[in-house]
């Protein structure tokens, strides 16, 4: 097991640093149905922060009160201004973000016939934009809407989105019937709906879980990108891949939980170092 630091001189130079980098690309030469399990560092370089790092979002707001079923009523009945500010700021900040090399790699991989799927923990559609075609969301997606009535659920537009937040943000000094006038309705039994994404205390959805675990199930490598692993199923799901015999590639700026388990961890920003370990074939 080896592992380098982007900090180091020299990346990809040094004996050290070039070995594991040789490592890295000689099994993903190797393998044909890699899976990539990526977190919100997959993402960071296209701008969107991350939860848990300096600046992270749980580092600007209580996981408990955003984060949550319970806290997001709350806030809608207490301070409904706060959470539309939040929540415009955040997809203001999704909306802007554009696929980087680290998503656009994973999606030319699976093109060339090398990679199985993605399985992520984001809720933004940036995998999807980078070219990849078979993603396992267990998080959920920011785009699709859950109505709340009849649960039915459907996709929104980008532009549709950006209109959500015009008509949520128009109002100063929101109050919750206000809020509640403003949020999208299902088309069908015009109830209010919701962003389909998984707060804590929710259930992941089971098709997305199952569909997770069939691709790792078949994984002859594990790509693990810009996830700190410390939410399950991450790191059940890592080990049970690495249990079954195929290598652990971890790419992250800084060692995580999972890092005991990979076979190789490189340490450096995601769409820096993914495109240098890809080669034709
Ligand atoms: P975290 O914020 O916990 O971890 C992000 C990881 O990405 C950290 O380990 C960083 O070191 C790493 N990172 C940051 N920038 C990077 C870069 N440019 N290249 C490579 N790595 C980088 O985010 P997740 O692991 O995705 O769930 O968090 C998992 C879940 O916790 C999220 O889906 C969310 C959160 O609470 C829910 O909200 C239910």
Do not use: Y
């Not at 922060?49 to 580092?59: I, K, N, Q, S, V």
């Not at 267990?138 to 039915?152: A, M, T």
Request: hydrophobic share 40%.
């Amino acid at each position: 097991m080896g592992a380098v630091n982007a900090s180091s001189p020299g990346l990809g130079t040094s004996g050290h640093i070039g070995t594991n980098v040789d490592e890295a690309r000689r099994i993903l030469a190797a393998s044909r149905r890699i899976v990539a399990f990526t977190g919100a560092g997959v993402s960071a370089e296209s701008g969107i922060p991350t939860f848990r790092d300096a600046g992270g979002l749980w580092e600007r707001v209580s996981p408990e009160e955003f984060g949550t079923p319970w806290g997001i009523a709350d806030l809608v009945r207490r301070r409904p201004d706060r959470l539309v500010e939040v929540l415009a700021e955040l997809a203001g900040v999704v909306l802007e973000a554009e696929p980087n090399p680290a998503h656009q790699t994973i999606g030319a991989l699976e093109r060339a016939g090398r990679l199985a799927g993605v399985v992520t923990q984001n809720v933004d559609d940036l995998h999807e934009r980078g070219g990849t075609r078979t993603i396992r969301k267990l998080h959920g997606d920011l785009g699709r809407f859950r109505c709340l009535g009849c649960d039915r659920t459907d996709m929104r537009s980008r532009e549709a989105l950006a209109a959500i937040v015009r008509g949520l943000t128009a109002t100063a000094a929101l109050t919750a019937d206000q809020l509640l006038a403003a949020a999208p309705r299902c088309p069908s039994c015009r109830a209010l709906e919701r962003p389909d994404v998984v707060l804590f205390g929710e259930m992941l959805p089971e098709s997305e879980v199952e569909g997770a675990r069939r691709l790792l199930a078949d994984a002859d490598c594990l790509l693990v990108v810009g996830t700190s692993g410390s939410v399950e199923p991450a790191a059940s799901f890592a080990r049970t891949v690495v249990r079954g015999g195929a290598p652990m590639i971890e790419i992250n700026l800084a060692p995580t939980d999972l890092t005991p388990l990979a076979t190789v961890s490189l340490f450096a920003p995601a769409g820096e170092i993914l495109p240098e370990l890809v080669t034709e074939g």
